[in-house]
Nanobody, 119 residues
Framework: QVQLEESGGGLVQPGQSLSVSCAAS????????MGWYRQAPGNQRELVAT???????NYADSVKGRFTISRDNAKNTVTLQMNSLKPEDTAVYYC?????????????WGKGTLVTVSS
């Protein structure tokens, strides 16, 4: 099992910055991907950014150039730095971990943290 504890989030004005972090504990194998998804009211959950254990990153087009994902492998943490925030970035942000061993893959979700961008 893997436990995810998110922190950060809150209310900011458009154009400001905010970061959210996630600490993972439990059975995480060397082959893993950590990331962030978000879900706005009335919308489906969507990918924001992911980073694999070898440092490969993937971003949604809507956040490229504004958001940066990073990880600390020693601490099993992943951080999403969000700059130039827009009202449309308002959503609940969920931490996600996928970890694999041989043919088995486990996927885990955090409880979510709310990010609100409003003037």
């Amino acid at each position: 099992q893997v436990q995810l504890e998110e922190s950060g989030g809150g209310l900011v004005q458009p154009g400001q910055s905010l970061s959210v972090s996630c600490a993972a504990s439990g059975r995480i194998f060397n082959r893993n991907t950590m990331g962030w998804y978000r879900q706005a009211p009335g919308n489906q959950r969507e990918l924001v950014a992911t980073i694999s254990n070898d440092g490969t990153t993937n971003y949604a087009d809507s956040v490229k150039g504004r958001f940066t994902i990073s990880r600390d492998n020693a601490k099993n943490t992943v951080t999403l730095q969000m700059n130039s925030l827009k009202p449309e970035d308002t959503a609940v942000y969920y931490c996600n971990v996928k970890t694999s061993l041989f043919t088995w893959t486990g996927e885990y979700w955090g409880k979510g943290t709310l990010v609100t961008v409003s003037s």
